[in-house]
C-alpha cells in the first residue's frame, strides 16, 4: 500500500515537472534520489534535528564552565564634609578657642567583584555526555530514514521501469497480434483453388 502511495506521488511530480519548465533532468536511480531528497520533508527534517543536537552540545560546553559571579561598584561625592570643633591650641592657637576641620575623603569609591567558576560540574559534563547521545540518535536515526526512504523510491522506480518495459512487450505483442491478424485475414480471404 505503501509503494502505491510513493508510485502516485512520484508521477505526480513527474506530470508536474513536464507540464512546467524542465529544469531537472532524471536519466539514472542516484539523479531521482537527489532530486526528492531536495523537497522531502523527511530528509530536512532529519538534518535539522542533527543541527539541533550539535547546537544543545555546544550549549552543554559552555555549561560545564558556568561561570557565576557578580560586581558591585559604588561611588560617593562628598562635597559637604562634616564640620568638627577642635581647640586651637592644638594646632598653635589662643587658649579657649575653637579650630573648624574637617574629618573625611572629598570622594570615595569603591569597586567589587567576584567571580566563580565550577571546575567539577557534574551536572554539565552529564549534560554533554547526553548531549553527544543525542547526536549519535540523530544521526542514526536519519540514516534510517535516509535508507528506508532509498529502498522505498526504489522501490518505486523500479516498478515504473518494469511497467514501461511491460508497455513496450505490450506494444510489441500488438504489432505482431496485427500482422498475424493481417495474415490470417489475408489467408481466409483467398479463394479455395
Not at 38 to 45: A, E, P, V
Request: charged letters at 15%; hydrophobic letters at 40%; proline letters at 3%.
Amino acid at each position: 500500500m505503501r509503494w502505491i502511495f510513493l508510485l502516485f506521488c512520484f508521477l505526480t511530480v513527474s506530470i508536474s515537472q513536464q507540464l512546467t519548465a524542465q529544469t531537472t533532468s532524471i536519466r539514472s536511480f542516484d539523479d531521482l534520489v537527489a532530486y526528492l531528497f531536495t523537497s522531502s520533508y523527511l530528509y530536512q527534517d532529519g538534518e535539522l534535528r542533527i543541527s539541533q543536537a550539535k547546537r544543545e552540545r555546544v550549549a552543554a560546553l559552555y555549561g560545564i564552565i558556568e561561570p557565576n559571579g557578580g560586581g558591585n561598584v559604588s561611588y560617593t561625592h562628598n562635597t559637604q564634609l562634616p564640620v568638627s570643633l577642635l581647640p586651637a591650641e592644638i594646632f598653635g592657637g589662643p587658649e579657649g578657642t575653637f579650630e573648624e576641620v574637617e574629618f573625611g575623603l572629598p570622594y570615595v569609591g569603591e569597586i567589587g567583584v567576584n567571580l566563580e567558576f565550577y571546575l567539577f560540574n557534574l551536572t554539565g559534563w552529564e549534560q554533554l555526555n547526553q548531549s553527544k547521545l543525542r547526536i549519535a540518535q540523530a544521526t542514526s536515526n536519519q540514516k534510517i530514514a535516509v535508507q528506508d526512504f532509498k529502498k522505498d523510491v526504489a522501490a518505486v522506480y523500479y516498478e515504473i521501469v518494469t511497467l514501461q518495459e511491460q508497455s513496450n512487450a505490450l506494444q510489441t505483442n500488438l504489432l505482431v497480434a496485427d500482422t498475424l491478424y493481417q495474415l490470417t485475414q489475408i489467408k481466409f480471404s483467398r479463394p479455395a483453388s
